[in-house]
């Protein structure tokens, strides 16, 4: 039987990023869940589609979009199963039986998170996003999303906007949107680069004004 699921991994100079996180992926290889990995590309200029090419994935390319290269990367999967996961989102050990258990449910699915680093703002802060994916069914891109190909078309997939792309789909899916009892860990850089209150009123602020009706293209050019 082939493998169910594929992996779909948006990219734009993360050779950094594809190291911690492409390990992680090696399990779902070993229990016969992966059926590939795709990279979609947005315009890479380090050694990200060296190391694409290195690991195995089929890699597409076009423009640096966000929506853009979900939704390239999806076109080119060929699985039952798709898990978008961003490439500096590690998956926590367990994560391939996990998945395996969940398929039969039929229900898309995203990971609980946590960031690479300890203390109060980074603890805040993903508390934050699992309380806002659990109450309100909006997970942000890096808890990763596993759905059905079924489910992914019917609902019209991600959208090829700069930003939102991901809220945009989770308000599609709703309340069909369940958690895995797993936490991902992802890179908490960006904010130690603009600093944890900053970024996280920033994305609030972000988050609040594509509900109010803001197009993602004027919200991007504040991203």
């Given at each position: ?40 590309d ?30 390239r ?27 395996l ?40 891109g ?16 991600y ?65």
């Amino acid at each position: 039987m082939r493998a169910k699921l594929s992996v779909v991994m948006p990219t734009l100079n993360t050779e950094a990023a594809l190291a911690r996180s492409l390990p992680a992926l090696a399990e779902g290889l070993s229990a016969g869940l992966i059926r590939e990995l795709v990279i979609s590309d947005g315009g890479s200029d380090d050694a990200t589609l060296a190391i694409a090419e290195e690991a195995g994935a089929e890699v597409v390319t076009g423009p640096a979009s966000r929506g853009g290269q979900l939704r390239r990367g999806a076109e080119a999967a060929r699985g039952e199963w798709l898990l978008f996961l961003h490439a500096d989102t590690v998956l926590p050990p367990g994560w391939a039986d996990l998945v395996l258990s969940h398929l039969p449910t039929g229900r898309p699915a995203h990971f609980r998170l946590q960031f690479d680093t300890s203390g109060t703002a980074a603890a805040m802060v993903a508390g934050w996003a699992n309380l806002r994916s659990r109450l309100f069914c909006l997970p942000y891109g890096d808890q990763g999303l596993l759905i059905s190909r079924a489910e992914y078309e019917a609902t019209g997939g991600y959208r090829d906007i700069p930003l939102m792309e991901d809220v945009a789909l989770a308000r599609t899916l709703g309340r069909r949107l369940t958690v895995l009892p797993a936490t991902v860990t992802t890179s908490a850089e960006k904010y130690r680069r603009d600093g944890w209150l900053r970024r996280g009123a920033r994305n609030l602020s972000l988050l609040l004004r594509y509900l109010s009706g803001a197009k993602p293209e004027r919200l991007a050019r504040r991203y």
